[in-house]
């Protein structure tokens, strides 16, 4: 292994800056800094704390007398109202609870079912009646509570569920039906066991004069399941328990249906639909699909949250990793010493573009946080307002949960078999954090909707523009596309940098070339899916659909594309809040890090698109090369930044242990080295002989 460290190698010119750790982990936590700190000294508390040993029944009864512990000590009520006991505080509620998940995933999760889910679809589905008649229980933890949208055969497309409301005008009640398998609820946190209501998702039904049956689409209900006393499933309700999963095993997933099961009129969380006693439907959102939508949009804060708990998952991992990685020693260097694992160069590659994307994540998701809270509070709430916060969420959602899953598998495989030990967490946690690249929504459904709003803003560029004004743009846009499809703009790149790689990369780590270059793709692959799926707005909708089905792949990747530049735009951000001069060098390398290493994963983009020449492309992982050498040491303050103690990492080798044991053998071999006594490598024999 070639061994590369910046100790090794010539200074640059700008080395030597030093990071401000406690100034730069105040900029990381951001605007509810105060919050976080509060949360984290509480979560150090160990009946908060996962124990590995226990067996899924007994992880699972831990994790419910943990939530009662949130709801009688944690501050876990802030984004409900004032007047019901919470603090009208949405952003700062958000960010507690994304930190819950340095204690167990699975308690971070059951709280999001009872607080997130449960409690809020009652909060902004129901109003003030049932404010008034279901909230306490939820809040407090008396009510455990299932939240009934998932089925077994409809998960992401909610518009489709099988489970039926029909009202019945004569008892003034609606009877909530499975009519098939494939319409059980699934996956439902609280259902096994513990939950004792549920708010049921279900297509509304009314009658039409003369009898006709009418749906209204996807409303919510809310719906006692057991007996609270013997735990036993109240008449027409049935289910069974999911069983052992992945991971998240200290919650009680299970499986719902019903058999004509009735609820009051008075049940329906009627915010956006209502039922008169004679069966008169009605809402103030006229359009179907706009209050489908709208309901849906209330919910949106499990995304946000999953965002956040993701990035603190990778953190996590890279405190664990880089750690270890600057302490333990393996293979001989060029002296008596072995070598520290992060000075090889393979090891920097594998670990730093992780942390610099971390650092992006972290960043964006301040952003995103401070969007809705924004839009919950009432400061920033209009329709565009919700549709900017949806697509934002949908779009770093995936790329933070998809992250941490690879993060904590590169941590995993950086610390050798100590990763795999179960003491150091690695393994569990990355087992918990699987199941949030589909919850909350499907990654690649969520990618979806986000090239469709892409796509939507795309068009209303255009919208009532003449057909002369769109033929000359696009006719530029043909011009542009020729431009860089063609030598030229390769050969005018070549020219400029004379061959010359330092004046290459200097082009590179301009932040406006940077800028251009990941918001051009962007752009660039829009216009391409705007063009290719044109002809669906006259073929029928069959055809249509098989036209959007070809260009799914072209879809998704473009979605991806845009994720990449809201992560490099927050972070760009981020680095306007640090005012140390020196923790700002380190932040704009690891932020150029980042962003390089994006496009050096998307350079045959940029290649056959004419964005950069066969030089620059080579550039780029030069330049990268030269960022991980700068960044090296630097990286234990980077990770030391994250504020993250041991009682929140938990991990045996993060702990000063492996230190410890590494100083224990160098110790050992200088005293033989010493004493005259150390045995002489039989190799050397034969080279006197």
């Known amino acids: 292994m070639t061994i590369l460290s910046e100790k090794r190698t010539a200074p640059d010119a700008d080395a030597d800056p030093r990071v401000d750790v406690d100034h730069l982990e105040e900029v990381l936590l951001g605007r509810w800094a105060d919050i976080r700190r509060e949360a984290r000294a509480f979560l150090l508390d160990p009946r908060l704390h996962r124990d590995e040993s226990l067996a899924m029944p007994e992880h699972r009864e831990r994790v419910l007398e943990q939530l009662r512990i949130l709801a009688k000590e944690g501050d876990v009520l802030r984004a409900f109202p004032t007047a019901l006991g919470g603090a009208d505080d949405h952003g700062g509620s958000l960010a507690r609870f994304e930190e819950v998940i340095t204690a167990d995933p699975s308690l971070q999760i059951k709280a999001g079912v009872q607080w997130g889910l449960f409690a809020s679809a009652i909060l902004h589905l129901g109003t003030e009646s049932h404010h008034e008649r279901f909230l306490p229980g939820a809040m407090s933890v008396d009510v455990p509570g299932a939240f009934a949208m998932t089925e077994t055969g409809h998960g992401s497309d909610v518009a489709?569920?099988?489970?039926?409301?029909?009202?019945?005008?004569?008892?003034?009640?609606?009877?909530i039906h499975t009519p098939f398998r494939a319409a059980w609820k699934d996956y439902l946190g609280n259902a096994a066991l513990h939950g004792t209501a549920a708010v049921v998702f279900a297509q509304l039904i009314t009658a039409a004069p003369g009898g006709t049956p009418v749906n209204h689409g996807v409303h919510a209900?809310?719906?006692?399941?057991?007996?609270?006393?013997?735990?036993?499933?109240?008449?027409?309700?049935?289910?069974?328990d999911d069983g052992m999963k992945g991971g998240l095993n200290g919650i009680d997933n299970g499986r719902l249906w019903f058999d004509h099961v009735r609820v009051p009129r008075t049940d329906l969380l009627n915010r956006y639909g209502d039922v008169a006693p004679d069966g008169t439907y009605s809402s103030p959102i006229a359009s179907p699909g706009r209050r489908f939508f709208t309901m849906l949009g209330t919910l949106v804060q499990g995304r946000v949250s999953l965002d956040g708990a993701a990035v603190n998952a990778a953190k996590i991992g890279l405190v664990t990793a880089i750690t270890y990685g600057n302490q333990r020693r393996q293979f001989s260097g060029t002296?008596?010493?072995?070598?520290?694992?992060?000075?090889?160069a393979e090891h920097q590659r594998r670990l730093l573009p992780l942390l610099a994307q971390t650092y992006a994540a972290a960043f964006a998701h301040e952003r995103l946080l401070q969007t809705f809270d924004a839009v919950f509070s009432g400061a920033k709430d209009t329709d565009e307002d919700r549709q900017d916060l949806e697509t934002i969420a949908a779009a770093l959602k995936p790329s933070s949960t998809w992250h941490a899953l690879t993060t904590l598998q590169v941590c995993r495989e950086a610390c050798g078999g100590q990763g795999f030990m179960a003491e150091n967490r690695l393994t569990g946690l990355r087992a918990d954090m699987d199941?949030?690249?589909?919850?909350?929504?499907?990654?690649?459904?969520?990618?979806?909707?986000?090239a469709k709003r892409l796509l939507a803003d795309f068009a209303a560029e255009f919208k009532g523009a003449d057909a002369g004004a769109m033929a000359r743009y696009m006719a530029g846009r043909a011009a542009d596309a020729a431009l860089h499809r063609t030598p030229l703009a390769r050969v005018v790149q070549t020219l400029a940098d004379g061959g010359n790689v330092r004046r290459s990369v200097g082009h590179l780590r301009d932040t406006e070339t940077q800028r251009e270059l990941l918001t051009d793709r962007v752009e660039t692959m829009v216009e391409e899916l705007a063009q290719a799926l044109?002809?669906?707005?006259?073929?029928?909708?069959?055809?249509?659909?098989?036209l959007f089905n070809e260009h799914q792949h072209a879809l998704i990747e473009a979605a991806r594309a845009h994720a990449d530049l809201l992560l490099w735009e927050g972070f760009t951000a981020g680095l306007a809040q640090v005012r140390d001069e020196g923790t700002r060098r380190v932040l704009t390398w690891l932020r150029d890090l980042f962003g390089l290493t994006v496009i050096e994963r998307n350079l045959a983009w940029y290649l056959i698109h004419g964005r950069l020449s066969a030089g620059r492309a080579r550039s780029v992982t030069s330049y990268i090369e030269r960022l991980l050498r700068r960044i090296r040491p630097h990286a234990q303050d980077l990770v030391d930044a994250f504020g993250l103690e041991q009682g929140h990492v938990r991990a045996t080798i993060a702990s000063g242990?492996?230190?410890?044991?590494?100083?224990?053998?160098?110790?050992?071999?200088?005293?033989l080295r010493a004493s005259g006594d150390m045995a002489v490598p039989e190799k050397s024999l034969g080279a006197r002989g």
């Open 160 to 175: 489709s569920i099988g489970t039926t409301a029909t009202y019945d005008p004569e008892t003034e009640e609606f009877v």
């Open 221 to 240: 209900f809310y719906v006692p399941i057991r007996n609270p006393e013997t735990g036993e499933f109240l008449p027409g309700v049935g289910g069974e």
């Open 335 to 344: 002296g008596h010493d072995e070598v520290v694992l992060l000075d090889y």
């Open 435 to 450: 199941v949030y690249a589909t919850f909350e929504g499907d990654n690649t459904v969520l990618l979806q909707l986000v």
């Open 534 to 546: 044109r002809p669906a707005g006259k073929l029928s909708r069959e055809a249509a659909a098989d």
């Open 657 to 671: 242990v492996e230190a410890e044991r590494q100083e224990e053998a160098r110790a050992h071999y200088r005293r």
